[in-house]
């Protein structure tokens, strides 16, 4: 996804922070569209959304489409409704808050109103007005009724409208009440007032992507532990894939506290280079690169499956802390598309502190403002998270085109243990990289050519 398009959700997350409700993003609870919950914390969210008639495609400048969100108590016990939001997420297209109306009629209302907009530079932002009686019993459900209307001068193409509502629950402890309800991030397409004379580029093919054997358990200054990262070209055709794995984590972790290695060729083990996210902070990116400009390419052949072995270890003055992780696969695009991304299932880890201590849920961070990412003046920007609409998907993630046509790149292979294609893949849509903030590849580029420049 483009980087402003993550932008946008991050500033999305700031307007419910200002608003008084700490809400944690989750990239991964934006892999499908569908009933999805991000909670604070550690805490799950009681609550459901789900969407209800959203159209898969609308003409710009045609009459509004009507469609539900539904808010459902899932507890065994009531529930308080704080607030809600409508977020149309910019996929890379450059459609902006103006070419966009949104009315709502609240549940068991029916008068539209207009939905107080927040400005974006991408995409739009929408506030939707508490319900008259907040309260939600056990099993209970509230239909909010939405219109949404496509300006003629908004551009062709893909956007990923969600519906968030922030809950409370009077049960819990002040500091764990809220927690936010969201909607799956299904794609919507916006075709255009007047055909295009150009056909706009497909979405490359993902490969599969997994991560088998990981431990739960690391102490800081312990022994590496190994695993594996799997990837599976199940698309018919070969592919160009970076790969990256993701530390989701609520607080920074430092990346001097961490080493993590892979076997690159010849079996030798390399060390895996630091990136980083604007929109999350707490992140660390790593790429397998294993010296050459063409290192971080491996091609994947059609039917193929790779294995990389990694391993994984912390320092000894790492904190407590607990996490998880994902492995990203980004295709880079051949003649006619777009780039795509995959991404693993998440792997849950702590780590202990060296005296034997676990890990506490660390505080949601509380700053609104996201910090710029570096941008290198040189070097191609591999675009990532642009998807087919077929594959349902945060942040989570379009990005940005390639300026120039990639060089061909040779068949720069890892060290692999093990073939077959059994494994399914786990394409994932732009969407999810939007939530996710997880399209990061690109991102992880940009923050790593810039940090290497400033070491060397």
């Known amino acids: 996804m483009r980087i402003r398009h993550r932008r946008f959700l991050a500033a999305a997350a700031a307007v419910t922070l200002a608003s008084g409700l700490a809400v944690t993003a989750a990239p991964a609870a934006f892999a499908a569209p569908g ?44 529930l308080d409704v704080l607030s809600s ?98 909607s799956g991030y299904p794609d919507l397409v916006i075709t255009p007032a007047v055909a295009p004379t150009t056909p706009a580029p497909t979405p490359a093919a993902t490969a599969g992507v997994r991560i088998d054997g990981a431990p739960a358990v690391f102490t800081a200054g312990g022994e590496p532990k190994p695993f594996k ?32 290695e892979f076997q690159g060729p010849g079996g030798k ?33 059609k039917g193929e499956s790779r294995t990389i072995d990694v391993r994984l270890s912390f320092t000894k003055d790492a904190q407590a802390r607990t996490g998880s992780l994902v492995a990203l696969a980004g295709t880079l695009p051949g003649s006619g598309e777009s780039a795509a991304e995959a991404s693993s299932p998440k792997a849950g880890f702590t780590v202990e502190a060296a005296g034997g201590s676990t890990a506490t849920p660390s505080p949601t961070p509380s700053a609104t403002t996201v910090p710029t990412v570096p941008q290198p003046s ?3 920007v591999v675009p990532v998270a642009e998807t087919t609409a077929a594959a349902p998907s945060p942040a989570a993630v379009g990005s940005q085109v390639v300026a120039a046509a990639a060089p061909a790149v040779p068949d720069t292979r890892l060290a692999s243990t093990g073939g077959g294609s059994g494994a399914e893949p786990m394409a994932i849509t732009g969407a999810v990289a939007i939530a996710l903030g997880i399209g990061t590849v690109v991102v992880a580029r940009r923050r790593n050519a810039a940090q290497g420049r400033a070491g060397r």
Not at 48 to 62: D, E, N, Y
Not at 169 to 181: F, I, M, N, T, W
Not at 234 to 247: E, N, Q, T
Request: no cysteine.
């Open 85 to 182: 939001t409508f977020v149309i997420g910019d996929t890379g297209t450059g459609t902006k808050q103006g070419q966009f109306k949104l009315e709502y009629q609240l549940p068991g209302a029916t008068q539209w109103q207009d939905a107080k907009a927040n400005t974006a530079n991408t995409g739009g932002l929408w506030e939707v007005a508490p319900p008259a009686a907040p309260h939600l019993a056990p099993g209970a459900e509230l239909v909010y009724r939405l219109r949404l209307t496509v300006t003629a001068e908004a551009p062709a193409g893909r956007v990923t409208p969600g519906f968030n509502t922030n809950v409370s629950d009077p049960g819990l402890p002040p500091e764990q009440r809220v927690s936010q309800a969201m």
């Open 378 to 380: 040189t070097a191609p």
């Open 35 to 78: 009933s999805v919950t991000v909670a604070q914390g550690a805490q799950s969210a009681p609550a459901t959304v789900t969407f209800g008639g959203l159209p898969g495609t609308v003409k710009a400048g045609s009459a509004p489409v009507e469609f539900t969100a539904t808010l459902k108590n899932a507890a065994d016990h009531p």
């Open 269 to 301: 083990w390399l060390p895996g280079g630091p990136g980083g996210n604007s929109e999350h902070p707490g992140w660390l990116y790593m790429d397998l690169r294993s010296g050459d400009k063409n290192s971080d390419v491996i091609t994947l052949a």
């Open 229 to 260: 990262l799997v990837f599976t070209n199940s698309s018919g055709k070969d592919l160009r894939v970076i790969p990256a794995v993701v530390f989701q984590v609520e607080t920074e972790l430092p990346f001097e506290t961490v080493t993590f």
